[in-house]
C-alpha cells in the first residue's frame, strides 16, 4: 500500500529467505556492536554494520537476495539493529541518516509492538515488511516491551 511519503510492502521475501536471515543473526557468535540512543549512556541498542560505503562485513553475501529484491542504483549503507526489550516502549529522538537526499528502508526480521514513526506517522515492526520512504525525512525508531528485542535491517541507497 502506498501511503503519503511511505510505502509498506508485507511479505517481501520468500517466508524461507526471511527465517534463513534471521537465524543467522540470531546465532550466538553473531558480531554486535554497543551503539548509545540519543547519545546516553543509559540507552543502548547493539548494530552491525554490513556495508558502509564499502563492503564492511563476511555476512554480506547472505544478504545478497534481498538487495536483488530491492532494485537500487547504488547502496550507501547497510545496518542490522537490535534494540533490547523494555520495559515500556521508548520512542527514540528523531534524525535524518544522512543529511544529502537518497532513499531509506527498514526490512522487519520479527513481529513485535515496536517500529518506525516517519513524519508522525507509525509502521508497527512486522516479520518480513519492508518500509520504504524518502531518506531525507525525519525518522525515528523505538524499542519494544513485548519480545526480547526488534530486530531490523536499515538501508539506505540511490
Not at 503519503?4 to 529467505?17: A, G, H, P, S
Not at 546465532?27 to 546516553?40: A, G, R, S
Not at 509492538?113 to 523505538?142: A, M, P, W
Request: with cysteine; hydrophobic share 35%; proline share 3%.
Amino acid at each position: 500500500m502506498k501511503i503519503k511519503n511511505y510505502e509498506v510492502i508485507d511479505n517481501f521475501l520468500e517466508d524461507k529467505l526471511c527465517d534463513h536471515l534471521f537465524n543467522l543473526i540470531n546465532k550466538d557468535n553473531f558480531p554486535w556492536y554497543v551503539n548509545k540512543i540519543n547519545n546516553k549512556d543509559c540507552n543502548k541498542y547493539f548494530s552491525h554494520i554490513l556495508f558502509k560505503h564499502y563492503w564492511s562485513s563476511p555476512y554480506l553475501d547472505n544478504f545478497f537476495p534481498l538487495l536483488d529484491a530491492m532494485n537500487m542504483k547504488a547502496l550507501i549503507r547497510i545496518k542490522i539493529n537490535f534494540y533490547p526489550k523494555t520495559n515500556v516502549i521508548e520512542k527514540h529522538a528523531e534524525h535524518k541518516d544522512y543529511s544529502y537526499n537518497h532513499k531509506a528502508a527498514i526490512f522487519s526480521l520479527n513481529t513485535c509492538k515496536g517500529g518506525t514513526y516517519v513524519q508522525n506517522s507509525f509502521i508497527e515492526s512486522k516479520k518480513n515488511r519492508l518500509l520504504k520512504f524518502d531518506g531525507s525525512l525525519n525518522h525515528c525508531s523505538t524499542s519494544t516491551n513485548d519480545k526480547n528485542g526488534r530486530i531490523n535491517i536499515n538501508f539506505n541507497y540511490f
